[in-house]
């Protein structure tokens, strides 16, 4: 065997040798795509009108159908969850927090596969990451949610806004090198190549300097207190309340102060139009544009639910809501 053909047996030995590595070293990954799918949910709800997406995503973190996902207008009607398999169930949300612009639903059903809600250290810029979510809307049954490879490129306080106004969430997320602010990614699931829950997809925002899109996510490490309170019965969304008084014993919009933006809509907003002056709403420091989000522990999708939720209360009895101010979630009790 002359020197030539020894040293080709030798290179294609050390090919095979580096390509049987490779192999090796991209089989766990496969395995952590198709554990973390399984793991991730697609969420349909509000939306389909002026360019507003009806779909999200959202990621399972207990067996027994808790699911995260990011808040926003979708969630403003009862979703409909469908699970990796093409399972299909009508969800509630059973707890959400304004400030971390997070909320979670629940699904009926038992032994799923979730994300962990395990305490782990704090995510580094460099970290290889997966991003998993229903981008596009490009699953929509049984087909598997899409995947994106990348890296953390670092981890900075959000300035970011939606349109003109500047995002609820200011604290810190982590900036990825990835394109994830697409439709139907907020709610997504961020993994490590392990398969360990680090983040939460966000929503789509811009730089409020620059305008640029944004690709982050929301830390893990900030979402694991307020997600282990809401799975564990802390912090439930209270159901609506049906038992409505009579209209000289309840509460509404005059006895409170408070003028709302025109109500032409079935799903028009909770937003306040200008506060009566010396109004129990202008003693409580209720301001023109503010959302209003809560009623006591009973969400506001839009203006008939904040008028039925007045009326169930009796108008001797003080009324507390959660509103959004620009970036500011705020806790205010209207006294009469």
């Known amino acids: 065997m002359n020197n030539r053909i020894r040293y080709v047996i030798v290179a294609l030995l050390a090919t095979l040798v580096l390509n049987t590595a490779t192999l090796r070293a991209q089989y766990p990954v496969k395995k952590t795509i198709q554990d973390a799918r399984r793991k991730v949910v697609k969420v349909y709800g509000a939306g389909g009108l002026g360019g507003l997406e009806a779909y999200q995503s959202g990621f399972l973190v207990s067996p ?168 564990s019965g802390e912090a439930i969304v209270e159901p609506p309340k049906t038992e409505l008084l009579a209209r000289d014993k309840s509460h509404n919009f005059e006895t409170l102060g408070l003028l709302m933006v025109p109500n032409v809509l079935d799903q028009t907003p909770a937003y306040v139009d200008a506060v009566v002056p010396k109004s129990p709403a202008a003693a409580a420091g209720l301001r023109p544009d503010d959302l209003i989000l809560l009623v006591g522990k009973v969400r506001i999708e839009n203006q008939d639910r904040l008028l039925e939720q007045l009326r169930s209360i009796d108008r001797r009895d003080p009324v507390s809501v959660v509103l959004q101010r620009g970036s500011e979630i705020l806790s205010l009790r209207l006294v009469r």
């Open 64 to 231: 027994e159908g808790h699911i995260a996902t990011a808040w926003s207008y979708v969630l403003d009607v009862d979703p409909v969850v469908i699970l990796d398999d093409g399972r299909r169930f009508e969800a509630e949300v059973v707890g959400f927090e304004p400030q971390l612009e997070l909320a979670v639903l629940k699904i009926e059903a038992g032994d799923l596969p979730y994300f962990a809600i395990r305490e782990v250290p704090p995510t580094q810029a460099g970290q290889p990451v997966l991003a998993i979510s229903n981008l596009f809307n490009i699953a929509t049954g049984r087909e598997p949610a899409s995947v994106m490879q990348g890296y953390v490129a670092g981890v900075a306080e959000l300035d970011a806004r939606s349109g003109v106004f500047k995002s609820a969430y200011q604290g810190e997320v982590l900036i990825l090198d990835l394109v994830a602010n697409n439709p139907g990614a907020a709610g997504g699931a961020l993994v490590t190549r392990a398969g360990e829950l680090v983040g939460m997809l966000g929503k789509e925002l811009r730089d409020a300097r620059s305008g640029a899109w944004l690709n982050y996510a929301l830390p893990a490490t900030t979402l694991r207190p307020r997600l282990l309170a809401i799975v």
